[in-house]
């Protein structure tokens, strides 16, 4: 049975287990809380100190997550620490332990328990206890309470699992887990089986063997059976077990599958059962598992299913069990794709029985020669990757694969429950990035929309973000097969086995293990981010490719075809129209395989016949007999057979055959509609002189098709078909001194300094280089224990502070367990290299070890594949050497075995630019108007001088000229003009971008004055230009920045601003292999962290690193920026010139970038500038290219922007990048707010920034913006601040309605620079009036200011802070500027004062862009300030909603209708009911009901009315509160009156039924009071009395905060209490309680009887009431 998870049934898991350190036991006893996701453990062994347990996912201790536990001085402690190197280095964060630890001692035994969480922090800090990833468990003891004290080195101090230990199950789980219940499946988890010919010779059958293989899953319980042969029809297979075989009928009991695949490409499955000789029947349960794959390719059938091991309905015979041992085989096929066609004498019974479960004998694979077909098949299943997120389902990842060996490709199936879209990435492990695990992956994503249509895409991870789209998608044989059931969703897709381009975009599979991640999203789109829903599986994905490829072959220079690996050419209606043949257009794609120098071509047209196509390479065409010696591919359909032929032409007559067939397998012929499909593969190379070759450049195309032959239906393509495959060069023979310098070496002595464990050696490197390949193969020989290193580094590129940026480096390795292996790096600094996009190994290096003394032998090409590497032929090389230890499959840090070598190497290699420094490029027929026209352009490169001379020839009889475009970019050509009239010679350098004249160059690129010469007749022009553009205006084009289209112009005309020419870009890219420009190509990425920056002291702050990236867009002139580090609040990043810096004012001078995203989600940046140790001003100008992104996850903060290097004005607020090395600086906020200060959260580094730009001229700069801006004009949007220096505004609040309503005008004018705002408020009023602003619309707390004018005219104003009704004002009123000023027209006043933008230290609040805040007004008639404004509606007012004053837009403010009113009819309506009405029928109740029954009526009336009147009070306070815009049950948890309120309304309306209960169930001659209903509806009504009283106070007291006039009535309500009581006490001793019982009505005043004078027996009840009025009376006076 398949093991399950517990916690899917059990939330408490409990369980123990003993193992031994030395001769002590060590119990473990722990609880699993599932629901909480947490684990505690106690721990009991003998010992004086700490004691431990961990948990890691290797049998080591380096990597472990540990927990440690102490007793001292009886305190427990507990330290969550990573086990490194032997030592322990604990967590700055502890939040692993759950709670606080205990600890006790018994003599020598110490127990501990502490309490851990399930899950890791953020996939960083500790490992995640899971049932799916068990892991090994380790404990340690020690006799030292400090945590920094190691264990016992030996047994009796630490002990660790051998295998991993499942804690998630109530079994005893033991060091070690039992054993598994599928032996046999562990131990042959997968086999083959094969038919050698079964089957009778028949008349157009293909004969076959047929193939099964399969894969088990020994988890599921289920297995994938591969079933394979050829056949017209359909394919199957049956299964019989030996104790049912019918020797009578074969196929009786017999379970079968049958497989086909139609016409139209659909394949078909069926699951069968036997019932005699005859056509099997259909099973009424299929036991496939997952849909069956089925493909065809020509006659080859292909069947992909997986079933259970047991039969699914064991009440029939249609399935068997295959786990019972050995079973008898049927195989069969049709002659037709239909299950109802008959195998006739197409079946056999296989002479070897099928055992699913027993070994099959294969040959062992030699480590060197890989067999591909054991390890065709696997599967790997990941259990519930994924933290729990609400409303997304529980979902185990399966992924299996098939490898198709001959294609050298995989198929992969991945399979998952999700809500939006599913993924999965790979990467090499040796090229993960720690905290960017995305950086480098693959990924892999799929979904299904709400339309049913499959969607998918390939990405690759550029760090923690959603991963880009690929330039290339990797997906071959056809589109991705994805289905979605419910929220399972299963995804099927083939991708080869290598990277398809250059990239870096693609992870090759055949490299060794893979690091595998999964994902999901909640939504079905790409947009859609997984947040949480993301893991890295903990096991490694072994595709077991690592030997089974050999090196491929090395690919043209250029790379052209990992660069361009697929095409295709559109030709419209190339033929005439002709009788019988319908109209068709012409389209061939192709898709290179660069590892095998092939190529597969699919083909489509429309024809009756067969369909042809031609290729010659263009020198050889003879437009007089097109079809000589061209090399011919022609395919048909033969009575529903394709037919295919290759042939060459010898002249205008029909294609000879070719002595060998180019094909490479079978091509594929299909027709639908009319239409011809072909598909076929072939090599670049020609196999004889018959054939093209396909890599000597574009080739001429021809095309054919008919019935017969072809007659007119043949056409020459124009345009020639350019496969992107680069021709090869062929080196000079002498090779620039290759040949003489093919071997060489170099000694060092003594590089490295003494090493304890290695004898003191020499570092030893030679090389012999391969001159027709251009590559080098190195030999290294050093001594070291772990791993060896290499490094190339061009000693112009030095930086001295960081010796290794920038170098190339080839590191080799042995791992703790032997395995042997090698990586190639780049340097980014003085620390670990990063893994290359590209590895330039050519072949695999051989590595051996003797002892310490490692000997390696490695060979790469010359030239440097990307900026990643350094060029072996660019001149002299330093060497950088460096060894290590290895911690498991760890680089451990060098230390001090590092030397950079002294003196440089010459490997005497000619350059790439001296290899191919000439050339000439020839296009004929340019131009439609002189057909024999030829535009010829030769070149020669000056490598010294970074210059090159053309010389070009391009017919006109007027100026005549040729232009550079980028082959990526279509808009700027860098055009070269020269014309020559009579014996002068003019020429020009411009540019064309859309216009139809080309526009003048700001600057001419031209190195020297050209020349114009005519030879034969035909003019030429010869100039030199530079490789670089010379300036950054783009109007030039970079001759050495990659491949470039050339452009062919003349004119009739000798002016160049004539509109009258002919303009052609002419067919192909050249590239002429120059070198890029220094520095910026080079180091064009770069980055820095800077650990633990800003203090930990007086601060809220987490610690933190804090990363810096940048990637220079040279061409562009911009960089991008990337910041990363945690924050509460804002990230700072800012540069300056070191000559700048001063002392006093560090931030002087400095151009600063600030970011933060406020709780909405929105992203927030400024471009600042410093003036002192303040904050720094907001630019004029904000240099930033585009939007920055901005996200912060789980408290870390990433923006990514871009910038220009130049300054963007003419101010002195920015900051050269291309001006040298730059001080930098970094700081945070604790709140999302520019207007926070950074206080201690700043440093200032001590160090450079060397971003490495080559100093070079600017472009010119824009005038500065004026000091004074004139009148704001209307804005479209956003900040007016950052368009002008001040604008002004105005809005109007109304309080109350209809005549009395009060108007309040405000107007206001923001001065940006200042950072000021003058308000003008005007309104009706005799005495103050105010504007106040607030995080809400009320009252409490808001920053008020407040402006009147005095009996004597003179103005007044105040800032304070609103306070329970009052107006406080601020010690500090440096928030106002100024004296106000203001004048009274009647009863109108208008004021005018002016306050800070900013808040001060301790008084007011910011008023920002980026925050706005909801406005207020208020006015009194009395002028004193500390009177307060009218209660109602017309006294004051708040906006709805925040208003934004930062805008030159109409602000059109609602204002919050005041409904306090409602409160105070509320409180009224309370008192009375509680405070008067309750009581009076308290008091009839308990003393007169000797009135008879008047008094049950009256008490009835008044309780009734005192629950009426309380709903309706409570539906007033329900009314109120939500026109606030709060809730009323919201607030409950923080409003006590709101809570006793409800209570108490709830228990009112359950009084009353009491009370009637209580008259139903009266019996008239009773001795004693019932407890129920009677006596519960005494003692309820008495808590609810009290409860009334007391919460109508409440409520008083809750109104008196915000009413000072209401103040005054709780004096009235303490009256009112006394009166109460007095009432209350005369009642108690002068009427007495009455309870209508026989023995109990007697009342306190008959025992007073005698000092009253009377016997109370006999007095009247009206006696009584007249002396208690009586008394009442006296005790109140």
Excluded at 841 to 846: C, E, H, N, R, S
Aim: charged letters at 15%; proline letters at 6%; a neutral charge.
């Amino acid at each position: 049975m398949l093991a399950q998870d517990p916690c899917l049934t059990q939330s408490i898991i409990t369980n123990t287990f003993t193992t031994t350190l030395g001769n002590d036991d060590f119990d473990i006893d722990y609880k699993l809380d599932c629901k909480q996701k947490l684990a505690t453990f106690t721990l009991t062994t003998n010992t004086a100190g700490w004691i431990a347990i961990g948990f890691n996912t290797h049998h080591t201790m380096p990597g472990a997550d540990l927990y440690q536990a102490n007793l001292v001085n009886a305190h427990a402690a507990a330290q969550n620490s990573v086990a490194l190197n032997g030592d322990v280095y604990p967590h700055v964060n502890q939040s692993m332990i759950h709670g606080t630890p205990t600890a006790s001692r018994n003599a020598s035994m110490f127990t501990a328990t502490f309490t851990r969480r399930f899950d890791a922090l953020n996939n960083q800090i500790g490992l995640s206890l899971s049932f799916a990833t068990p892991l090994y468990l380790l404990v340690a003891r020690c006799n030292v309470s400090d945590f920094s004290f190691g264990h016992v080195a030996d047994a009796s101090g630490r002990w660790i699992s051998d295998k991993p230990v499942q804690l998630f199950t109530t079994q005893p789980p033991g060091p070690t887990p039992p054993p598994s219940p599928h032996s046999e499946c562990e131990k042959h988890p997968s086999g083959s089986l094969l038919v050698k010919n079964p089957f009778v010779h028949q008349n157009g059958t293909p004969s076959t063997d047929i193939s099964i293989k399969w894969l088990h899953n020994c988890v599921n319980e289920t297995t994938t059976i591969h079933l394979e042969g050829k056949s017209l029809g359909w394919i199957g297979m049956g299964l019989v077990p030996l104790d049912k075989i019918d020797p009578s009928a074969a196929m009786n009991h017999g379970e079968f599958y049958m497989f086909y695949v139609d016409i139209n490409g659909t394949s078909h499955a069926t699951n069968r059962h036997g019932i005699g000789n005859t056509k099997p029947v259909p099973d009424s349960v299929e036991d496939f598992v997952t849909t069956p794959i089925v493909s065809r390719i020509n006659n080859t059938l292909k069947a992909v299913f997986e079933r259970p091991w047991k039969a699914i309905n064991n009440g029939s015979d249609e399935h068997h069990a295959i786990d019972n041992g050995a079973m008898r085989l049927m195989v069969a096929r049709g002659l037709e794709a239909s299950f109802s066609n008959w195998h006739h004498s197409q079946r056999a019974v296989s002479p070897n029985n099928i055992d699913f479960f027993k070994a099959t004998p294969t040959p062992t694979p030699s480590p060197t020669h890989f067999n591909c077909t054991q390890v065709e098949y696997g599967v790997l299943e990941v259990g519930n990757p994924f933290p729990a997120l609400n409303g997304t389902p529980v979902a185990n990842i399966e992924l299996k694969w098939h490898h198709d060996c001959a294609h050298q490709t995989t198929t992969f199936t991945l399979r998952g429950h999700t809500l939006g879209w599913l993924g999965m990435g790979i990467i090499q492990p040796s090229k993960m990035i720690p905290g960017e695990l995305m950086k480098g992956a693959e990924f892999y994503m799929f979904y299904v929309d709400v339309n049913g249509t499959a969607q998918y895409t390939n990405r690759y991870g550029i760090g923690n973000t959603k991963p880009a789209v690929s330039d290339h998608e990797d997906f071959v044989a056809g589109t991705p097969n994805v289905t979605y059931v419910g929220t399972e969703l299963t995804v099927q897709f083939t991708r080869p086995w290598g990277d398809i381009d250059a990239t870096g975009q693609h992870t090759p599979l055949n490299q060794g293990p893979l690091a595998l991640l999964v994902a999901r999203g909640t939504a079905r789109s790409f947009s859609n981010y997984h947040h949480s829903q993301k893991a890295l599986v903990k096991t490694p994905l072994d595709l077991k490719l690592q030997h089974n490829t050999p090196s491929p072959a090395p690919v043209p220079h250029g790379n052209e075809c990992q660069r361009h690996p697929t095409g295709s050419r559109f030709v419209p209606e190339p033929w005439p129209v002709a009788k019988g043949m319908p109209p068709s257009n012409f389209w061939i794609g192709w898709q290179h395989h660069c590892a095998n120098r092939s190529t597969t071509f699919e083909v489509r047209a429309h024809s009756p016949g067969w369909i042809a196509f031609g290729l010659i390479e263009p020198s050889k065409f003879n437009s007089g007999e097109a079809m000589k010696g061209a090399d011919f591919y022609m395919f048909a359909i033969d009575n529903s057979t394709g037919a295919f032929v290759n042939k060459h032409g010898i002249g205008n007559t029909r294609p000879a055959n070719d002595s060998t067939q180019a094909f490479i397998g079978t091509p594929i012929v299909q027709v639908s509609s009319g239409e011809l499909s072909v598909t076929f593969e072939r090599a670049w190379a020609a196999v004889d002189a018959e054939h093209t070759p396909l890599d000597q450049g574009p080739l001429q195309l021809l095309v054919a098709d008919f019935n017969t032959y072809h007659h007119t239906q043949r056409a020459v393509v124009q345009e020639h078909l350019d496969l992107r495959l680069t021709k090869s060069h062929v080196p000079p023979s002498d090779n620039h001194n290759c040949t003489a310098n093919r071997d060489g070496h170099r000694l060092w002595f003594l590089p490295f300094p003494e090493h304890p464990q290695l004898p003191n050696t020499n570092y030893w490197l030679g090389w012999h280089h391969n001159c027709e390949n251009m590559t080098t193969k190195f030999t290294l020989v050093a001594h070291s224990l772990g791993w060896l290193g290499l490094g190339f580094l061009l000693p112009e590129f030095i930086d001295t502070n960081e010796y290794m940026k920038g170098a190339d480096f080839y590191m080799f390795y042995e791992t703790d367990n032997g395995t042997l292996g090698y990586t190639n790096r780049h340097g980014i600094g003085n620390h670990s290299p990063k893994p290359d996009k590209k590895e330039s190994f050519v072949g695999v290096p051989t590595i051996s070890k003797i002892g310490t003394s490692f000997i390696i032998e490695f060979e790469r090409i010359w030239s440097a594949l990307d900026d990643q590497h350094v060029p072996l032929n660019a001149g002299d090389l330093k060497i950088i050497a460096a060894r290590g230890e290895m911690s498991g499959s760890k680089y451990s840090y060098h230390k001090d075995q590092r030397a950079i070598l002294k003196g440089t190497i010459d490997l005497h290699l000619p350059t790439d630019c001296a290899l191919f420094n000439d050339g000439t490029l020839t296009y004929d027929d340019v131009y439609a108007s002189s057909p024999n026209s030829s535009v010829v352009l030769s070149y020669r490169h000056d490598c010294d001088q970074r210059t090159t001379e053309f010389n070009l020839t391009n017919p006109s009889s007027g100026w005549f000229g040729v232009g550079f475009k980028e082959a990526e970019q279509a808009v700027v050509v860098d055009l070269y003009m020269f014309a020559q009239n009579g014996n002068q010679t003019t020429y020009a350098n411009r540019h064309w971008v859309n216009g139809s004249v080309p526009s003048r160059d700001a600057a001419q690129a031209f190195e020297a004055q050209p020349r114009v010469n005519t030879v034969n007749g035909t003019l030429q022009a010869t100039f030199v230009r530079p490789w670089a553009a010379i300036d950054a205006t783009g109007q030039h084009v970079a001759l050495n920045r990659g491949p470039l289209r050339l452009v062919a112009a003349r004119s009739n005309a000798s002016d160049f601003d004539s509109v009258h020419y002919e303009r052609r870009v002419l067919n192909g890219t050249v590239e002429f292999r120059l070198p890029p420009e220094p520095s910026c190509s080079l180091f064009h990425t770069g980055n820095t962290t800077v650990v633990d920056p800003f203090p930990h002291n007086n601060t809220k702050q987490a610690p933190t690193d804090y990363f810096v990236g940048w990637e220079h867009h040279c061409v562009l002139r911009q960089t991008t920026f990337t910041l990363h580090a945690r924050t509460t609040g804002w990230l700072g990043f800012g540069v300056i010139l070191p000559e700048n810096v001063t002392q006093n004012a560090k931030m002087t001078g400095g151009d600063f970038y600030m970011f933060y995203m406020d709780s909405n989600g929105t992203s927030h940046y400024t471009n600042r500038h410093g003036v002192g140790n303040t904050r720094p001003a907001k630019d004029t100008t904000q240099n930033f290219v585009a939007t920055p992104s901005v996200i912060q996850i789980n408290g870390a903060l990433t923006a990514v922007f871009t910038r220009s290097w130049d300054r963007v004005d003419a101010t002195d607020q920015h900051v050269e990048l291309n001006g040298g090395p730059l001080q930098f600086m970094l700081a945070r906020g604790e709140e999302p707010s520019f207007d926070n200060y950074h206080h201690n959260q700043r440093y200032f580094a001590p160090k450079l920034l060397n971003l490495h730009i080559p100093k070079s001229p600017s472009p010119p700069l824009p005038p500065p913006p004026p000091t004074h801006s004139p009148a704001p004009t209307k804005q479209t949007g956003g900040n007016p601040c950052d368009t002008v220096a001040h604008f002004s505004n105005n809005l109007t609040m109304t309080l109350g309605t209809g005549a009395n309503a009060v108007v309040v005008d405000i107007r206001y004018t923001i001065d940006c620079k200042a950072e000021t705002i003058e308000f003008t408020l005007s309104c009706t009023t005799l005495g103050w009036l105010a504007i106040g602003f607030n995080e809400a619309p009320t009252m409490g707390g808001a920053d008020v200011y407040q402006a009147m004018l005095d009996e004597k005219g003179a103005p007044h104003a105040r800032n304070g802070d609103a306070v329970r009704g009052d107006v406080n004002q601020y010690a500090d009123q440096s928030m106002l500027i100024g004296a106000p000023h203001g004048i009274r027209n009647g009863t109108q006043l208008t004021m005018t004062f002016k306050r800070h933008l900013k808040k001060r230290k301790d008084a007011g609040r910011t008023l920002s862009y980026e925050h706005p805040l909801y406005l207020m007004v208020s006015h009194c008639d009395t002028k004193d300030f500390t009177f307060g404004h009218a209660t109602d509606v017309f006294g004051r007012g708040a906006t709805k909603q925040r208003i934004q004053l930062f805008s030159d837009k109409q602000i059109k403010p609602q204002t919050v209708r005041d409904y306090r009113g409602l409160v105070v009819i509320h409180g009224g309506l309370m008192l009375f009911a509680w405070v008067f009405l309750s009581n009076i029928g308290v008091f009839i109740a308990r003393y007169l009901k000797d009135v008879g029954h008047k008094w049950y009526v009256t008490h009835r009336a008044i309780m009734i009315g005192v629950v009426s009147i309380s709903i309706a009070a409570l539906v007033l306070s329900f009314y109120y509160t939500e026109h606030k815009g709060e809730s009323h049950f919201v607030m409950m948890g923080w409003n006590p009156h709101k809570i006793i309120g409800i209570v108490l309304i709830g228990l009112a309306l359950l009084q009353p039924l009491l009370g009637i209960a209580a008259n139903r169930m009266y019996i008239v001659n009773r001795f004693e009071t019932p407890i129920f209903p009677d006596k519960v509806h005494w003692w309820l009504g008495r808590l609810l009395l009290l409860l009334g009283s007391g919460n109508s106070f409440l409520g008083l007291v809750l109104l008196a905060a915000t009413e000072p006039i209401i103040r005054s009535s709780t004096m009235v309500f303490f009256g009112c209490v006394v009166l109460i009581v007095i009432f209350f006490l005369c009642g108690q001793f002068l009427l007495g309680v009455r309870h209508h019982n026989n023995d109990t009505d007697m009342s306190a005043a008959d025992d007073l009887s005698p000092l009253l004078g009377v016997n109370s027996h006999r007095s009247s009840h009206s006696i009584k009431l007249n002396r208690f009025f009586s008394l009442s009376l006296v005790m109140i006076v």
